[in-house]
């Protein structure tokens, strides 16, 4: 028994070393938005919750770790960006060297409307002359032959 | 020529440009965050003598190449002989930052390759590399002599860039402390 003990003991102090620090349930959900908005810098396209690359474990363990230290996510959002720029969020913050990123689309959009609706306006105003109705065309043609 | 008839034709030629600029660009290249700001401090084990302490301070004074690698490395095999070439022509001080890798091995691999380095700091654990904003190794680092980062390379150096862009630069930064 004690060996068995001992045997686990051995076997749960070596993962402790190399899991994260254990966290409670506001820190975890914390830790896992934190984690589905940081690019993986290996494989591009994916946050880190996603890829397997060991640089992707090892900014979860940061990220995990500093969690636990009782860093705020703006903290650990400034550690990582200090050391791979702004590129790393999936959700950069508005400053001077994004905000084309935030406000072009929509940008875009409003100029794309403002163009339709001239178009629209313009198109729209010398598209069909009136049409007569039937009662005034038979009282013209009536006139006509009277006359 | 109307409006109507310009406007578009304007939006595809400027949408045309911007997506032939796109095709010009290397989507693998990473803006550095810290490109003109001091080189981060740390303070690790040297590689060649576990008992010695390297730290930012051994670049201190003069202009530095600060190179990534690691000896599972495939593309720092291939660039490695252009780092050799570039500390043999003695310009420069050519510091090693072992990265992630096995002390017995990195030191093999010096002993196979040939050992560049002044020395290299030893890194298992990828820290300092975390603190140099390492994505992929290798990485190659031109800092001047106040200890600011001037230049980064992610990537194998080739001739190319070592010719036009690093040796010039370390030319440059030497005459800038000068």
Redesign the interface.
């Known amino acids: 028994m004690k060996v068995v003990v001992s045997v686990l003991f051995l076997l749960f102090s070596g993962l402790a070393a190399a899991a994260p620090p254990a966290l409670d349930e506001a820190q975890t959900h914390r830790y896992h938005q934190l984690i589905d908005q940081v690019r993986c810098?290996?494989c591009?396209n994916r946050t880190i919750a996603e890829s397997d690359a060991?640089?992707a474990a090892?900014?979860r363990d940061?990220i995990g770790r500093q969690i636990a230290a009782g860093r705020s996510n703006d903290e650990i959002k400034n550690y990582l960006?200090?050391?791979?720029?702004?590129?790393v969020l999936y959700k950069p913050r508005f400053s001077a060297a994004t905000w084309i990123l935030w406000l072009g689309p929509a940008a875009l959009l409003l100029a794309a409307l403002v163009?339709a609706i001239l178009?629209w306006r313009r198109t729209g105003r010398r598209a069909e002359p009136p049409a007569p109705d039937e009662d005034s065309l038979a009282r013209i043609l009536d006139d006509e032959r009277r006359s | 020529m109307r409006l109507s008839f310009v406007l578009p034709a304007l939006v595809v030629v400027v949408l045309i440009g911007l997506l032939g600029y796109g095709l010009t660009r290397n989507p693998s290249e990473l803006p550095s965050a810290l490109l003109d700001q001091p080189a981060p401090a740390f303070s690790v084990a040297r590689l060649e003598a576990p008992d010695q302490l390297i730290t930012q301070e051994a670049f201190a004074g003069r202009v530095a190449v600060f190179n990534v690698w690691a000896s599972w490395c495939v593309a720092c095999r291939a660039e490695h002989a252009l780092i050799e070439e570039l500390a043999e022509r003695g310009e420069v001080a050519v510091y090693g930052l072992n990265y992630k890798d096995d002390r017995t091995t990195a030191m093999q691999w010096l002993d196979r390759y040939g050992d560049p380095f002044v020395a290299s700091a030893f890194d298992p654990r990828g820290q300092v590399g975390i603190d140099y904003g390492v994505a992929a190794v290798p990485e190659t680092f031109i800092i001047d002599a106040e200890g600011i980062i001037r230049f980064k390379q992610v990537g194998p150096v080739d001739r190319e860039t070592l010719e036009q862009r690093l040796l010039p630069l370390v030319a440059q930064l030497k005459e800038e402390a000068a």
């Open positions: 810098l290996v591009q060991p640089l090892d900014l940061i960006v200090q050391r791979y720029g702004e590129w163009s178009l």
